[in-house]
């Protein structure tokens, strides 16, 4: 029986629902959903990594949840079920990032609890949870959330590295570059700029699906 789990677990099916948000499906680079949070929350790289992996973590549990009452929820009122699901879930994850991670939750300000009205949530609880089992679900959810963190840690990575000069807080650039006359880019901390790279990832990405 467990032989028999695993293998449904790791099945084709299962494999190609993680695989296609990472990259020929990605919500942000494909889809175009989630875009404000990616360009509010990556002016560093810490923020980034927690936005995405709070997203990645909700988008999962709350498409296994929903896929599992699935077949209970009355079709003229699922839309307030899922939003209850995923209010309850960002509700705990927000409380723990303020007990554990109090200064990244700072940061985040109000965009944790902007996750409730995120497109990608919706959209995979509408189009795969509702009409999939539980693991599936669960794979479908966990896959698009860290598709949207992927891109978030790009962009916040090179932000922060040419804005700051750093990665996580610590100094990357050594001090004998600003010696010699190097300077931050002061423009890469600002929101236009988070949109300038978004906007060549999504362009290097589709260029290279059309290759």
């Not at 790289?45 to 927690?50: D, E, F, Q, T, Y």
């Not at 804005?163 to 001090?175: A, K, Q």
Request: proline content about 4%; aromatic content about 10%; glycine content about 8%.
């Amino acid at each position: 029986m467990r032989r028999q789990y695993m293998s449904d677990l790791f099945s084709k099916k299962n494999k190609e629902v993680f695989k296609k948000p990472l990259s020929e499906d990605n919500p942000i680079l494909v889809q175009i959903l989630g875009i404000c949070s990616a360009l509010a929350v990556t002016s560093q790289l810490k923020p980034a990594i927690v936005m995405g992996l709070a997203v990645a973590i909700i988008t999962a549990f709350s498409n296994l949840i929903i896929s599992v009452i699935r077949n209970t929820i009355p079709n003229r009122i699922r839309i307030i079920v899922q939003l209850v699901v995923v209010a309850a879930l960002v509700t705990i994850v927000s409380q723990i990032l303020k007990a554990f991670a109090y200064d990244v939750s700072v940061q985040l300000s109000v965009y944790v609890g902007l996750i409730i009205t995120n497109c990608i949530l919706m959209g995979r609880l509408e189009a795969f949870a509702m009409m999939n089992k539980p693991i599936p679900s669960f794979i479908d959810g966990l896959s698009n959330g860290l598709g949207y963190a992927l891109i978030l840690v790009v962009v916040g990575a090179f932000r922060e590295f040419f804005g700051r000069g750093s990665l996580l807080g610590f100094s990357i650039i050594p001090d004998g570059f600003y010696d010699a006359g190097y300077i931050n880019n002061g423009m890469m901390t600002m929101p236009a700029m988070a949109l300038i790279l978004l906007g060549c990832v999504i362009w290097i990405h589709r260029a290279y699906l059309k290759k």
